[in-house]
């Protein structure tokens, strides 16, 4: 095998219902004691197993109580290996040769024609090999080009760092109820390319294909592993669990098909518990899986469905990368994530995937809780939490297609909720966002939909940065900024509310907002902006919308920004505030049908440069309706000032 280059491997397990039969085993059956294995007396076994298995081709070979030593022992095609309970088998050292693996069977043949069964059943392969491994660097078993693979009941242990069960260009295979227990990393003189490879390129059990530059199980046509089950086995402190790691792109056109890792458990893994590449229908459930890199890792694969794993102490639980399509996760367990420098995350969609997830409970990392890039996701009914300061829980980086909706996403202080640049078609709704410094960012984003949302945090609810969106029945309380939009945006926005902030809505940077039937109120006073409504070189439209004042006032227009308040209520029940509406060398202002409700404030209109159309509007509690500063072009009719002094030229 050749080293890997990436850093994402991928792990996957079938769709597709598996066709499996029960192993179909010669009735001859024979004893290698009948060739001379004497066990227990420490000598070499070797010639007297081989011998077993030479010359019964078709058959049962017994193994009985007792620990035998051996060194390379080759199958010969349609064997059955059963070994009692109390069989121990313990591997020699023995010289480095072309199938670097203790239990073998090679085939001349193409497809799947080298040999219609193996079964190994039973007892305990003990490779010898322990933390300073300076003796093997060789593979447990070994076998290629078969119809049917079985091995079950069986302990592997103390091995080296390769693989400890291989299968290639086979199908039909089971691997259930084995223990894979201790794998070590050569660490001899002489290495052969074994010390070039990494944790994740050496999994307990690896299927492969008839490629060059992968498995290299000759002859070498292409043939893929298919219909492989992987159930009831236990993987513990081996370097990662199971899967294939070949990801470049020669062996994209050689897909493994119905792959199934069910009820499994994972524990100190160096690497990753599961990794697919290339892998079309897989199934991933009901796993348990503590401490290790990443969980689950796919990689230009398809039609993938992971559900009920409980996941904790992972660097990266869940990856789907490199053009990986139509992945599903369901009910899915997250927690306890570990920190790392990279990825930063715990669940990453990269390179043009796509991921639907539910009913997820995931723990966030310092980067985020949930990373997409390049890919379409659909997040919904999940948990999100963070314990890490300055974190996030959904980041998505050019996304397409990503629809975030009815999740719970919690914090810890400081980072932002969701955070979205360079994306299409987003939705985001019906999402509680909480315990972060601020909620939801969108930056350079085309086509977003965000409604019915939550906020409760300290900074800003809603940030738009040079990005259309439609914002929708949105509601958060006590927080910074509740709608901040800017940089050339273009909004349209109904039925939100804001209670408690500082600031209800900012529009800057030549930025378009189009308001209709939303409610600031208690808007808590703060130095600047003194407004709860504030508009700087921005343009908005404000139509039938409660506006509540700070102690400075409600609504304020700057430097060329353009405003049509229709419809509107501009209350001021909780401070005298000294204005209702102001402007600094605004530009066109329609401001009709309004009711201006001071609280013994001083003026309900203060116009200082710009044209206004001022029209059936109603004031109360101000000392004077409207002051006139000058340069302004103003035309005013069928306003009631109740009785208020009504216009003052300053």
């Not at 294995?37 to 081709?57: P, V, W």
């Not at 459930?285 to 290790?292: I, L």
């Not at 987003?426 to 939909?449: D, E, P, Q, R, Y």
């Not at 609810?461 to 969106?469: F, I, N, Q, R």
Request: proline share 2%; hydrophobic share 35%; net charge positive.
């Amino acid at each position: 095998m050749k080293k890997i280059t990436s850093s994402l491997l991928a792990v996957a397990v079938a769709v597709t219902p598996m066709v499996m039969t029960t192993t179909n085993v010669s009735a001859k059956t024979v004893s290698i004691t009948k060739y001379g294995a004497k066990g227990n007396d420490k000598k070499d076994d070797t010639k007297a197993i081989q011998e077993a298995l030479d010359k019964n081709k078709n058959a049962t070979i017994t193994f009985p109580k007792g620990t035998f030593y051996a060194k390379v022992l080759y199958l010969r095609g349609n064997q059955t290996l059963k070994l009692s309970k109390g069989t121990v088998m313990k591997r020699l050292p023995f010289k480095k040769h072309p199938e670097d693996a203790w239990v073998i069977f090679h085939s001349k043949k193409k497809g799947y024609k080298g040999f219609k069964q193996v079964t190994i059943t039973g007892g305990t392969w003990d490779g010898q090999v322990h933390k300073n491994n300076k003796t093997s660097e060789h593979k447990g078993f070994e076998v290629d080009h078969g119809a049917k693979v079985t091995i079950k009941n069986t302990t592997l242990k103390n091995m080296s760092g390769l693989h400890m069960i291989e299968t290639n260009a086979c199908k039909n295979v089971v691997i259930d109820h084995v223990k894979f227990m201790n794998q070590y990393f050569y660490s001899g003189k002489n290495h052969s390319s074994v010390d070039k490879f990494t944790p994740q390129t050496c999994e307990a059990f690896q299927f492969d294909s008839a490629t060059k530059g992968a498995a290299e199980a000759y002859p070498l046509d292409g043939t893929v592993c298919q219909n492989v089950k992987i159930t009831n086995c236990t993987f513990k402190n081996v370097q990662s669990g199971l899967g294939t790691h070949h990801n470049e792109k020669q062996y994209w056109k050689h897909m493994h098909k119905n792959i199934t890792v069910a009820n499994n458990t994972f524990t100190n893994m160096k690497g990753d518990a599961i990794h697919l590449n290339n892998v079309n229908g897989a199934t991933v459930t009901k796993n348990k899986a503590t401490n290790g890199g990443n969980f689950v890792t796919f990689y230009h694969s398809s039609n993938i469905k992971t559900a009920n794993n409980v996941v904790k102490t992972f660097k990266t639980p869940y990856q789907v990368a490199n053009s990986s399509s139509n992945v599903t996760s369901e009910s899915d367990q997250f927690t306890n994530t570990k920190d790392s420098a990279s990825p930063a995350m715990s669940v990453f969609v990269d390179g043009n995937s796509s991921l639907t997830m539910n009913n997820a409970t995931i723990a966030s990392k310092k980067k985020g809780a949930v990373v997409v890039n390049n890919s379409a996701l659909t997040l919904t009914n999940s948990r999100l939490t963070s314990n890490y300061a300055g974190s996030y829980g959904v980041i998505v980086n050019n996304g397409k297609t990503v629809n975030i909706s009815n999740n719970s996403i919690a914090g810890h202080t400081g980072g932002w909720g969701i955070v979205a640049k360079n994306a299409q078609n987003l939705t985001v709704a019906n999402n509680s966002v909480s315990s972060f410094k601020n909620a939801l960012s969108l930056i350079g984003v085309a086509n977003a939909n965000v409604s019915g949302n939550t906020y409760s945090v300290d900074g800003d609810a809603m940030h738009v940065d040079s990005s259309t969106a439609q914002l929708t029945s949105n509601k958060a309380a006590n927080g910074t900024n509740f709608m901040a939009i800017s940089n050339g945006s273009n909004v349209t926005a109904s039925s939100n509310s804001s209670d408690g902030y500082k600031t209800a809505l900012q529009v800057t940077g030549n930025a378009t907002a189009n308001i209709t039937n939303d409610s600031y109120t208690n808007p808590v006073d703060s130095a600047s902006p003194a407004f709860n409504v504030f508009l700087d070189h921005g343009n908005a439209t404000i139509a039938n919308t409660t506006i509540g004042a700070k102690a400075k006032g409600n609504v304020v227009a700057n430097n060329g920004s353009n405003l049509t308040l229709s419809n509107d209520t501009l209350a001021n029940t909780k401070y005298k505030g000294q204005y209702g509406f102001v402007t600094n060398s605004a530009g066109n202002v329609t401001i009709d049908s309004c009711n201006f409700a001071g609280n013994s404030g001083l003026y309900a209109m203060v116009l200082k440069g710009g044209n206004f159309t001022i029209t059936n509007n109603k004031a109360s509690s101000y000392h004077i309706f409207l002051v006139n500063k000058g340069n302004n072009t103003i035309n005013e009719s069928n306003n009631d000032a109740a009785g208020m002094r009504y216009s003052v030229n300053a």
